[in-house]
């Protein structure tokens, strides 16, 4: 039950109020004077009279809500004094009510004051989900080059300095900069994502710095770009290496005086952004080739975290393995996977040159193949494997991450009897994509 408190000095007022709420189905509970108040906590809603024998109820405001942040307060005043009704708002409290009650206002006030809270607090418990499983998101890996490089991390990680992500793909460069802006000054601020790859050369400016209205056919009103949505925060190119040299330019730009300009505009417009790229390509090289700008290189490189393949930090591959196999456990309803100790040794040994997304990819792959009520062995392992791991190190053996995909939509299909929409939901992929890769895999089956 909802629990009201009521501080008012005119007993037969108060009374008659707390009767009504009562029959509301609210507890209610009453004082007269501001000294008698006592576990603010206990409640959700405090109607306070604005003078009391002891002193103004708006002098309480903060105090309560220190105690009791989802305390909603509304203020009732006899006076319809507009300056104290101003000051309580700003104070902290909900709302303001004048004497005498409408009580048809007052219900109104009530009703949106507990939606709010109930808000306040679902948004808290969904806060809460999500950081831990940003923490759960975070499993970095526990070798002495992962720590070394955690603790520079941890050394800029509060700074606005630009930084530059590199390494092979599927290493967690998006992982590493989920940490920095998850624990930066800027976390509460927008944090954009954009894949520089994924965006057509001719589209790349104007959805990194937007566009004005009539710019070109089709530009029907403004719309900002990435950049100005992630003002105040943080941005994060991805594949940064594949932006067109044209675009690179207008980039350095932004990094260096802290503006942009509106495809079709003729200002310019400040932001306040903070940048991590991240590219699985050499731009040392890149730039003796001339693709991209040495200028450009120097400011995104202010602090580089190269993130080494799983093959150069053996020590964490259980790690990333115990990590999805909990995960995988959870997703699908299923036992944690137990492996043989051959079975075991294998992937130990196996270089991974997709890196965790592959153990990522293979694990679920386990869960949705075999029977994790079982011992996984290496028999099991070799399968999946393809029959390779006799040379497993070496690099004509390895199958390709397109054939392990190609394999786990086929036997999840096998499993499912041939039921698209089944498999695409054990996949957690589109119905649509499903057909698009079986079509893909399979030529005329869709």
């Not at 137990?338 to 792959?365: H, Q």
Request: with cysteine; proline share 3%; net charge neutral.
């Amino acid at each position: 039950m909802r629990r009201i408190l009521i501080v008012e000095d005119d007993k037969n007022s108060a009374n008659i109020l707390k009767m009504f709420l009562e029959k509301k189905d609210y507890e209610v509970v009453l004082f007269n004077d501001l000294s008698s108040v006592n576990n603010i906590d206990n409640y959700d809603i405090a109607l306070l009279d604005m003078i009391l024998p002891d002193g103004k109820g708006t002098e309480k405001i903060k105090d309560y809500l220190e105690i009791n942040p989802h305390l909603k307060i509304i203020i009732m005043t006899g006076y319809g004094d507009v300056e104290d009704a101003v000051y309580s708002m700003k104070s902290g409290a909900f709302d303001f009510i004048k004497k005498p009650i409408d009580l048809k206002r007052l219900m109104f006030l009530i009703e949106k004051a507990l939606e709010e809270i109930d808000l306040e607090k679902e948004n808290e418990k969904l806060k809460y989900i999500v950081q831990e499983n940003i923490k759960e998101d975070f499993v970095i890996g526990q070798s002495k080059i992962m720590k070394n490089i955690i603790y520079i991390v941890n050394k800029v990680i509060e700074t606005d300095a630009n930084i530059l992500i590199t390494g092979e793909t599927g290493v967690g460069k998006e992982v590493f900069t989920r940490y920095i802006q998850r624990f930066s000054k800027r976390k509460d601020n927008p944090f954009i994502i954009v894949n520089c790859a994924a965006i057509p050369k001719d589209l790349v400016e104007s959805e990194l710095f937007g566009y004005e209205k009539g710019a070109f056919t089709g530009a029907e009103k403004a719309k900002p770009g990435k950049f100005e949505l992630a003002d105040k925060g943080t941005i994060f190119l991805d594949e940064v290496g594949e932006l067109p040299l044209e675009i690179q330019s207008k980039l350095l730009r932004v990094l260096e005086n802290g503006t942009i300009e509106r495809v079709g505009g003729t200002k310019e417009i400040k932001v306040d952004v903070r940048v991590i790229a991240a590219t699985n390509r050499n731009l040392e090289e890149e730039v003796k080739n001339g693709n991209f700008r040495m200028d450009l290189f120097y400011r995104l490189n202010v602090i580089n975290i190269n993130i080494p393949p799983i093959r150069e930090r053996r020590e964490d591959i259980p790690i990333f393995i115990e990590f999805f196999n909990k995960r995988y456990s959870a997703k699908y309803n299923k036992p944690k996977i137990n492996f043989s100790k051959d079975a075991y040794n294998v992937l130990i040994s196996y270089d991974w040159p997709g890196n965790i997304r592959e153990i990522r990819n293979f694990v679920e792959r386990l869960f949705i193949i075999h029977d994790t009520n079982n011992i996984i062995k290496k028999s099991d392992i070799d399968i999946l494997f393809n029959g390779k791991n006799e040379k497993i190190k070496e690099l004509d053996n390895y199958i390709t991450l397109e054939e392990m995909e190609r394999e786990l939509i086929l036997k999840t299909l096998e499993r499912f009897l041939g039921n698209k929409t089944k498999t695409a939901k054990a996949l957690g992929i589109s119905l649509r994509t499903l057909q698009y890769k079986l079509k893909k895999y399979n030529g005329d089956i869709i």
